[in-house]
Nanobody
Framework: VQLQASGGGSVQAGGSLRLACTAS????????VAWFRQASGKDREFIAA????????PYKDTVKGRFTISRDNAKNTVYLQMNSLKPEDTAAYYC???????????????????WGQGTQVTVSS
């Protein structure tokens, strides 16, 4: 599975962006897909995930109510809608996929086999 992350950009605080993670080579049906982010000088952290059957969608506490993860199986794409963006959301955002991810491991980077390149999100105050 090859993953392509897109949709990043520069916005002012309070603005919105929608990131897309598009897969090629294989359908994302049956795959858990997650978004992680890494700010400059910091560790990569979990943001949101959608489980293999889409029933479980955990979020990092600080993005709950602002970010929404969704999938479009017809387009083989998973989206991350980001609203009410804050300067602290500035980071490179990465998507990841895996077909062996169990619900309790959705937030764990080690659970995912496939990673896309990062897409930069910059939020100015």
């Amino acid at each position: 599975v090859q993953l392509q992350a897109s949709g990043g950009g520069s916005v002012q605080a309070g603005g919105s962006l929608r990131l897309a993670c598009t897969a090629s080579g294989r359908t994302l049906r049956g795959y858990a897909v997650a978004w992680f982010r890494q700010a400059s000088g910091k560790d990569r952290e979990f943001i949101a995930a959608t489980g293999r059957n889409g029933a479980s969608t955990p979020y990092k506490d600080t993005v709950k109510g602002r970010f929404t993860i969704s999938r479009d199986n017809a387009k083989n794409t998973v989206y991350l809608q980001m609203n009410s963006l804050k300067p602290e959301d500035t980071a490179a955002y990465y998507c990841a996929a895996g077909n062996r991810v169990i619900t309790s491991s959705l937030a764990s980077m080690a659970a995912y086999d496939y990673w896309g390149q990062g897409t930069q999100v910059t939020v100015s105050s």
